[in-house]
């Protein structure tokens, strides 16, 4: 089978998030950047779909230039094709990006053949416009389900799992078609000095995005406001015990 | 303000929106509607959107929430703005939505014939404003191939306390430093009813299960009391944390983000701390 799998550059935030002073981006002069955690966990599932089915993965994402980094990351881990829709900024807003994606997608597709399969994130952890694979979905007209933790194939047709408060709802849809996915759905594994080095090798494709402006414009970040509060400090090591106690009883936790 | 509800199961809400502020609810039944389908469902929105002109569109800001608007928004080839905290209306509106999870707002304007949007969990107070209410049925027409998305079956959780619900949790994080570690954490939550959540880094090692992960990617968690035990704070965790009544860190590190953002703090080894705690508590009940 084939699969097509959809990741996002995000940057990896520690215990706060710094705005840049011209309030247009996050300050990432000294963060690392990764993949989206759900399109992480996707990038592991479009491996192992083809480590048990056969056929190939490819990765594709709508960043910078060195958004690069994140999809030979996906190499390394075993995905086989990679392909950059170069943008001058960070991002674009969620139709563009779904407009150009589709479009991207329809040009491999028409050289290449049909993906069976399309995988993105649930949402991207930074913007978390919760949208651009359900627009690229509907865009090629095929179905999608949202909140995937778990994925069958048989024959032509796919089962998804989503959970929810009440359970689990399963899906069963024909193929080809589009999930969105969710973290826990896997374990990521690590990739191995041979993928690293290997992933260095590969070819990434380029396609030049195609996409007007969408109806939602950023205009700039602000920190949310949180209300500073003194933490009470109840002791130090095992000897803050009682107090720890009667705080429970306090709260009415300890009855 | 009018209200649009799905499926003849939601018929039964008209007199809690009218008590709500809404004067019509549209009523849309249909066999494919019998369930949740997230293709059927935004379907059904864009052409209610159609036959009705709203200026606007809101939905809550759920995985469903935003899954069905997402959908209608594609189909009617508009924005879709999701997880918003206020609006100032005018031709173009002023936005302010959630990004990362809540650490971080984002200002946009909207531009559309039609507004859609999703309103961002606790964004608002549900305030009573009772109206004399009526409602309607709205038909759609709706694919037979729309089946394809409509949950086929469902597996019922068991019963219990679980994760999001519990009114106490006891959390660990890469500190606990294996699977093993986690019997004191959970012996303490078994004793107060509670239930044990983790962080991310635990899940990626491999520790516990991802159902168990508090955070951005896992569970938002809203007990009573959430007891971080050797847990630093990312901000990946602390959006899966902020709406916990009451925090309690236990942390080595006097300056760890959970340290100054808890109302409670214990400076201490959590493999010393928490069972001290288990047994002051065993002690005071004899």
């Known amino acids: ?255 | 303000m009018h209200a649009l509800t799905l499926g003849v199961a939601a018929d039964g809400l008209a007199g809690e929106l009218a008590a709500h502020g809404v004067a019509v609810v549209h009523q849309v039944h249909h066999d494919l509607l019998a369930d949740y389908g997230p293709e059927a469902w935004g379907e059904s929105v864009a052409q209610a959107v159609r036959v009705l002109l709203p200026g606007s569109v809101l939905a809550c800001g759920t995985d469903r929430g935003n899954e069905v608007m997402a959908q209608a928004a594609a189909r009617l080839d508009v924005p879709f703005v999701a997880n918003v905290m206020s609006v100032t209306a005018a031709d173009v509106w002023d936005v302010t939505r959630v990004r990362w999870g809540g650490s971080l707002l984002e200002t946009c304007t909207l531009t559309a014939d039609v507004k859609l949007l999703t309103v961002s969990h606790h964004a608002f107070e549900a305030a009573e404003s009772p109206v004399a209410g009526t409602t309607a049925t709205l038909s759609v027409d709706l694919d037979p191939a729309l089946a394809r998305t409509i949950v086929a079956e469902r597996v019922e959780r068991a019963a219990g306390v679980t994760l999001a619900t519990a009114p106490l949790v006891v959390g660990g994080g890469r500190a606990v430093g294996s699977a093993e570690a986690f019997a004191p954490l959970e012996e303490l939550a078994a004793l107060l009813g509670g239930v044990v959540g983790c962080s991310r880094a635990v899940t990626n090692n491999g520790w516990r299960n991802h159902t168990d992960q508090v955070g951005q990617t896992g569970t938002r968690i809203a007990p009573d009391l959430y007891m971080a035990c050797g847990i630093s704070g990312a901000i990946q965790h602390w959006v899966g944390a902020m709406a916990s009544k009451k925090i309690l860190a236990i942390n080595t590190d006097p300056e760890a983000n959970m340290v100054a953002k808890a109302d409670y703090a214990v400076i201490g080894d959590l493999h010393k701390v928490v069972p001290a705690i288990t047994a002051e508590i065993r002690r005071r009940r004899g």
Request: hydrophobic share 45%; aromatic share 4%.
């Open chain 1, 1 to 255: 089978m084939k699969v097509l799998v959809c990741v996002k550059r995000v940057p990896a935030p520690g215990a706060k998030i710094n705005i840049t002073a011209d309030g247009q981006a996050v300050d990432t002069a000294y963060l690392a950047f990764t993949t989206s955690p759900h399109e992480e966990c996707a990038v592991e599932e479009a491996v192992q779909l083809v480590e048990q089915h056969g056929g190939e993965s490819t990765v594709l994402t709508l960043g910078p230039a060195e958004a690069d980094e994140q999809l030979r990351y996906a190499a390394s881990i075993g995905v086989n094709k990679a392909v950059l829709l170069p943008i001058d900024s960070a991002e674009w807003d969620p139709q563009r990006t779904a407009a150009a994606i589709t479009s991207a997608i329809q040009g491999i597709e028409s050289a290449d053949g049909p993906f069976d399969l399309i995988l993105f994130g649930n949402e991207s952890a930074d913007a978390g416009n919760f949208q651009v694979g359900v627009r690229v979905a509907y865009a090629l007209a095929r179905p999608i389900v949202n909140g995937i933790k778990g994925i069958e194939i048989n024959g032509d047709s796919i089962t998804a799992r989503r959970h929810s408060d009440a359970g689990v709802e399963v899906y069963t849809m024909p193929m080809p078609a589009v999930l969105g996915v969710k973290e826990g759905i896997n374990l990521p594994r690590y990739p191995t000095l041979k993928g690293r080095l290997g992933s260095k090798k590969i070819e990434v494709g380029q396609v030049v995005p195609q996409g007007v402006l969408g109806g939602q414009q950023m205009v700039s970040l602000v920190q949310s406001a949180e209300q500073a509060s003194a933490t009470v400090m109840l002791g130090n090591g095992p000897e803050a015990a009682p107090a720890v106690v009667d705080l429970l009883e306090e709260l009415g936790i300890l009855k």
